[in-house]
Structure formats: C-alpha cells, structure tokens
C-alpha cells in the first residue's frame, strides 16, 4: 500500500507521529546512550549501574495499572502526559552532581514513562492498517533516529570537555523530549468512545496468558532476554572500566547504535510485514548473539563500536517486533492488556537479571557474563527454530 492509499486516520496519525520523532530523536541523542557511562564517570557503584539498567524494565512492571481507561481521558492522554512530566523532571540534573541522586532521579523518570506503553500499542493498532503497520512505525523511527546520531555527536563533543557539563546537556534534552510528547497530543484515535474503566489488574494479564501462541512466544523471548539482561550492565562497566573510552567516544558509539537503528528500521519494517514472528526472531536472535561474542573476546575500541551497531541494528527489530507480535496475536480490543502483559513480564526479568549480571561482574570478571549471556541467546534461537509456531 503507497503513502497516498492509506487511510485519512492514518496518514493524520503518521504526520503527527513523525512530527513528535523528529523532537524525540534530538531527547534521545542527547541523553540516553550517555545515562550509564556519566553514571559510572561520577562515581555510581555497580549497584547503582544495575538499577539503571534494570530501571526501564522494573517500571514496566506497573504497566498493569494503566492497561484500562481509568481516568476517562482517551488512550492519547496515557502518552503525552507521563512522557511529558517524566521528561520535564530531567531539568533536574542541572542540580546533581551525587551519583546516588542522580540515579534516583533517572529512576523516577523512566518509571513514569513507562506508563504510556499499553496505550501506545493500542493506538498504532487502531489508527495505521495491519498491512502497513511495521513499515510505517519503521519510518518514524528512521526519523528518530536520523536526528538521534546528530545529537549524539554533539553530545558527546560537549561531554568530552567536562563530564560534569552534563549538568547543562540533560536540561535541554530534556526540554526536546517534552516537545515531542505534545506533538504525538495532537493524535486522534479512530471511533474512540473515552469513559472511566474499572481497574483489572491481575486479570489482565490471566487473559493473555491463556493464548497458546502468547504463551510460546512469551516462553522463547524470556529466555531470550535472560541473556540480554544478564549482560545489559556489565556492558557500561566494561566500557568504562577496562576499555576507558571517552566521552567523545561514548557519542561516537551512540552515533553508530543510532545509524545501524536507523538502517535497522528500513530492514526490520519490511521484513516484519513479509514475513513469519517465526523467522524475524531466529533472526533477531542470531544478530543479538554477537554482540557477547564480540564483548568476550575484545577490548578494542573498534571491534566494540562494531558491537554497539549491532546492538543498534537488533534494538530497531526489538522494538518493531514486540509491537508487531502483539498486534498480530491479540484482538484490537485487548491490545493493551497482551501489551501490558508482554512487558509485565519482561519487568520481572528485569528486577532480577542485571543485578545478577552486576554480581558475577563484580566477583568473577566479565567473560562469564557474557559466556552466559550467548549460551542464553543461542538456546532461544534453537527453541525459536525447532518448536515456534508460524504467527502471521
């Protein structure tokens, strides 16, 4: 289906959404790939790295709470607000200078904009045609990411002068990401009728459980994730501790994650809408898996930029991919409850595996985690190939 074919609904939706993208990618450049390197430069313990790695996933965990309409204000209302305030506390950094603060502070903000996820996916379920979906969520993150490698190049420029400039860098990051969710506001959802919903917390996630396809896939991308996590926050410490990269560095790599995201968004868009969840995840895990190979067998500078594009290439399909899979296996109306579920689950990984991944750093060097890491990754890949079913 060509841009021109597309629904009214969904061309209004897109407009918007890349709108919101283009101030989304300049937040992100500026900010995210520089949270667990100044973290570590400032003083944050390995604990503390761990938090911030297993931040995102704990407050995914409370997606449970906004799976239904409680307040009656439209699924638009659940995106835009949470993004916009959780952002706006990052104005706060500009007073921090403590480790242990500042990683409270990135907490709560990361545990507020978690909220919108539900809503999200119910809304890129109702406004973009199945058909196209993948594609067009590619898109937008191509734009993202096209602004994301700018920022993070000058980011990183800044940052090398002083890791305490920081201080200055996140504030207006911050600013960029408040924009960004009162663009996405400007959204309408198709045939949306808003009124108060009752809460149903555990039940909602009973329901998608009792899906045999949900169920298989939630089974094989745990294991997955196992390897993921258990290596997300060991990757900073390395990265500072035994590699000592720069600042400057720091932004290169955000720059190079960001162009294999973006080119990652152009492959995985299509693919996903040609092909199995089947196929797009025996691939995204084979990709995933190299990333611990590289990681256990290097300390160049080089070979470790090679590992951030690939992880910048597996990030685009990650992403593209759990929307997609959720899309397809559920009923529009029970979008945000599979949703809410999927990342339900992954928060409960997520409160365990990096500190654990944190631990064995800290007691046995960091080949194990990454050892354990790729075993993790391969059995999935294995389990994917030999028992998934085919869905869509």
């Given amino acids: 289906m060509k841009f021109r074919d597309l629904p009214l609904q969904a061309k209004h939706t897109f407009y918007y959404d890349v709108r919101s993208a283009v101030f989304f990618g300049v937040f992100g450049g500026l900010f995210l790939p520089f949270i667990s390197i100044i973290g570590r430069k400032i003083g944050a313990t390995s604990f503390e790295i761990a ?60 545990l507020i904009t978690a909220i919108p996820f539900p809503s999200y996916a119910s809304i890129m379920k109702t406004n973009y045609p199945d058909s196209v979906r993948a594609s067009l969520m590619g898109y937008v993150r191509v734009v993202i990411a096209f602004f994301w490698i700018i920022a993070a190049f000058i980011s990183g420029l800044i940052l090398n002068r002083g890791t305490l400039d920081y201080r200055y860098v996140f504030p207006v990051a911050a ?119 590289i990681y256990t067998w290097s300390r160049n500078v080089y070979m470790l930029g090679v590992a951030q594009g690939i992880s910048g290439f597996v990030a685009a399909a990650l992403e593209l991919a759990g929307y997609v899979v959720i899309t397809r296996i559920s009923p529009s109306r029970e979008v945000p409850r599979y949703m809410a579920a999927n990342v339900a689950a992954s928060g409960v990984r997520g409160a365990i595996l990096p500190f654990a991944g944190a631990w064995v750093f800290t007691a046995f060097g960091a080949s194990p985690v990454f050892v354990l890491s790729f075993v993790s990754m391969l059995m999935a890949f294995l389990m994917a190939w030999k028992s998934m079913k085919d869905i869509g």
């Fill in 175 to 293: 600013l960029f990401g408040v924009l960004s969710a009162f663009q996405f506001g400007s959204i309408k959802v198709r045939g949306e009728k808003r009124g108060r919903e009752s809460l149903k917390g555990i039940i909602n996630i009973m329901t998608a459980l009792k899906d045999r396809s949900f169920q298989e896939y939630l089974l094989i991308y745990s294991l997955f994730e196992v390897g993921l996590l258990f290596a997300l926050p060991v990757i900073p410490l390395v990265l500072v501790d035994e590699a000592h990269i720069s600042n400057f560095a720091a932004g290169v790599y955000g720059s190079a994650f960001s162009s294999m995201w973006l080119a990652g968004f152009f492959f995985w868009g299509r693919f996903l809408d040609r092909h199995s969840i089947k196929d797009a995840l025996m691939g995204i895990f084979f990709a995933a898996s190299l990333v611990p190979v």
């Fill in 51 to 110: 938090l911030l790695a297993a931040t995102p996933y704990v407050a995914n965990a409370f997606t449970l709470l906004w799976t239904e309409d409680v307040f009656g204000k439209g699924r638009v209302w659940y995106v835009v607000w949470p993004c916009a305030i959780g952002r706006a506390l990052l104005l706060g950094l500009f007073f921090i200078k403590n480790p242990g603060l500042y990683t409270a502070l990135i907490f709560l903000y990361m």
